[in-house]
């Protein structure tokens, strides 16, 4: 059985930066996609960062590109969210997922695995 595990929310200021962490169990991710995903209240899923395999290709969507910086250590099993510049729109659960593919993808419904979450809360 596949678990992941977020870890490194809080809270924090407007301006500060913050690193995520999720670790991956009962399964060795170097063969898939990674993802990271933010949920606010009253707002759908949305994802802010994806690596492929091999971590030569990255996606961001707009509201977070040059801010925050996924990165993954597939010998340990660890992918990592580095958020700088926080906002207080950032402020969400922000959650860890595993997907069947390789390549990035970016539909939530192409992830199988996912984590439970770690909250952020940016206040200004």
């Known amino acids: 059985q596949v678990h992941l595990v977020e870890s490194g929310g809080g809270s924090m200021q407007t301006g500060d930066s913050l690193r995520l962490s999720c670790a991956v169990s009962g399964r060795n991710i170097s063969n898939n996609c990674m993802g990271w995903f933010r949920q606010a209240p009253g707002k759908e899923r949305e994802i802010v960062a994806a690596?492929?395999?091999?971590?030569?290709?990255?996606y961001y969507p707009d509201s977070v590109k040059g801010r925050f910086t996924i990165s993954r250590d597939n010998a340990e099993n660890v992918v990592f969210l580095q958020m700088n510049r926080l906002k207080p729109e950032d402020t969400a659960k922000y959650y860890c997922a595993l997907s069947r593919y390789r390549e990035v993808v970016t539909s939530s419904q192409l992830y199988d695995d996912w984590g439970q979450g770690t909250q952020v809360t940016v206040s200004s």
């Open positions: 690596v492929n395999w091999n971590s030569y290709r990255t």
